[in-house]
């Protein structure tokens, strides 16, 4: 009996304890990781770091001199020399090294041997970037961020660069128009493309960025940001009257340019530009961000004048896409197929739209349009992105990078009220006046007196 006792007093605490970290593994990963995986992965990574370097093939020979050292002071067997490894620092989600890699190594011999450096260490992913010659950066990741995703504190927005989602090495994508102008985004219903599109408009609702959209579904999707949008089109024909108009104000803007490009003897170099980001700041002229959602919309024809309403407007999406970065305006495309069957000049258009982000798709055929032609290899990523993970996506541009990301949930309502509150933000562009959609204003309600008045009699 003492026995039994004596084995649930032990034994209880002990499954209750270890059911508990099961649990919370599961459910709170964030919680788990840092009481539970952060002293268990840096003591694995710590007690077998050199035999897992050597299994993976990871190791030089020592030097001579190494060799003459350890045989004079010792009589161990002289090993294979690892990377020499540095401080490892924890993070919220993980685990951050660098690695000064040995003499006849590269970055590929180590990215190439991520997924045994995962299983070994007990991670949920490693990834490898490079910081400097012979020196690689190891992020070990202790759970899937993407399940639950958190957006990092450091991810503060700047002008044009918007912190959308969170890539599946737990850093933020951020998009950045500086950077990458145009972008094309696809996805299929219900795969999260209208959240990435909210949280695109409510980052760029807080900075002095002139927001103008093209909805052909009548505009409901961007009906409810109207109160920051400088111009909405909500059907193919209003969308043919505004886009004409935005090409008179690049065209308005490349005269400015060129006027400051007026070069005068005296004028110091760097006064010379090429784009509006070199004019002063009391003569720049505010940035232009263009949504276009459900593209093929504006691609559809039924008649022959649709055929030259068509035709003229893609022609105009086009010149803004080639055109439009020196002169402060950026295309947004949305959409969920994109491709040469939709007509002419459509393969052209997405020549030009450098980033890319594919939510889950109905078919291969649709992801092939998005990534194919920049990285093959992630197609077979998107096509694999499940239903029941809306909101994931893969990101990549032109240079063949490409990453998992997912945007964190934000309700319609919430995104309507930051699009109000940041009203006052809307830029003065009088040619886009006529385009402004009209916002209604909100009655406001007055509680009746606690206490009632009453007249006052002689």
């Not at 035999?51 to 090993?79: D, N």
């Not at 893969?394 to 949930?409: F, K, L």
Request: glycine share 8%.
């Amino acid at each position: 009996m003492s026995d039994l006792v004596t084995l649930l007093e032990v034994g209880g605490p002990v499954a209750a304890l270890g059911g508990g970290a099961a649990y919370t593994r599961a459910k709170h990963p964030r919680v788990y990781w840092p009481v539970v995986g952060l002293p268990i992965s840096t003591a694995r990574l710590l007690g077998s770091y050199g035999s897992v370097m050597e299994a993976c093939g990871l190791t030089v020979a020592p030097s001579r001199l190494r060799v003459l050292a350890v045989k004079a002071t010792t009589r161990r067997e002289v090993r294979p020399v690892p990377p020499r490894r540095g401080i490892i620092r924890p993070t919220s989600t993980g685990l951050r090294l660098r690695l000064r890699l040995a003499p006849g190594q590269e970055p590929a011999d180590v990215a190439a041997s991520a997924e045994r450096l995962r299983h070994a260490w007990g991670v949920h992913a490693v990834y490898v970037t490079t910081v400097k010659p012979g020196v690689v950066e190891l992020r070990l990741v202790g759970f899937d961020v993407l399940r639950n995703v958190r957006m990092p504190r450091k991810a503060t927005a700047e002008l044009l660069k918007v912190p959308v989602a969170l890539r599946e090495d737990a850093t933020p994508f951020v998009r950045d128009y500086r950077t990458i102008p145009h972008q094309l985004t696809l996805g299929a219903t219900l795969s999260g493309k209208s959240m990435y599109l909210r949280h695109l408009i409510t980052g760029l609702a807080r900075q002095s960025v002139a927001l103008v959209g093209i909805d052909c579904k009548r505009g409901v999707e961007l009906a409810p940001f109207a109160s920051r949008l400088s111009a909405l089109a909500t059907d193919p024909d209003e969308a043919a009257e505004l886009l004409p108009v935005l090409i008179k104000e690049m065209e308005v803007r490349y005269d400015l340019i060129k006027a400051r490009q007026g070069i005068a003897p005296g004028t110091p170099d760097e006064e010379i530009t090429s784009d509006i980001w070199g004019l002063p700041d009391s003569e720049r002229p505010v940035p232009i961000v263009l949504f276009v959602d459900e593209v093929a919309e504006l691609f559809l024809v039924a008649t022959k004048k649709d055929e030259e309403r068509r035709d003229e407007m893609v022609t105009q999406l086009i010149r803004l896409a080639q055109l439009g970065r020196a002169a402060g305006i950026y295309l947004e495309v949305c959409g969920q197929r994109f491709g040469a069957e939709l007509g002419k000049g459509a393969t052209m258009l997405r020549a030009q739209l450098t980033g890319r982000v594919c939510h889950r798709v109905n078919d291969e055929a649709s992801a092939k349009m998005a990534l194919g032609d920049i990285a093959p290899e992630a197609v077979f990523a998107a096509c694999a992105i499940a239903p029941e993970m809306p909101g994931l996506a893969v990101a990549g541009d032109t240079s063949g990078g490409w990453s998992r990301i997912r945007t964190p949930y934000l309700s319609l309502s919430d995104a309507a009220g930051i699009c109000r509150e940041s009203a006052h933000l809307v830029p003065d562009l009088p040619a886009l006046k006529p385009f402004r959609p009209d916002t209604p204003v909100r009655p406001v309600e007055s509680s009746a007196p606690a206490v009632q008045p009453h007249p006052v009699t002689d």
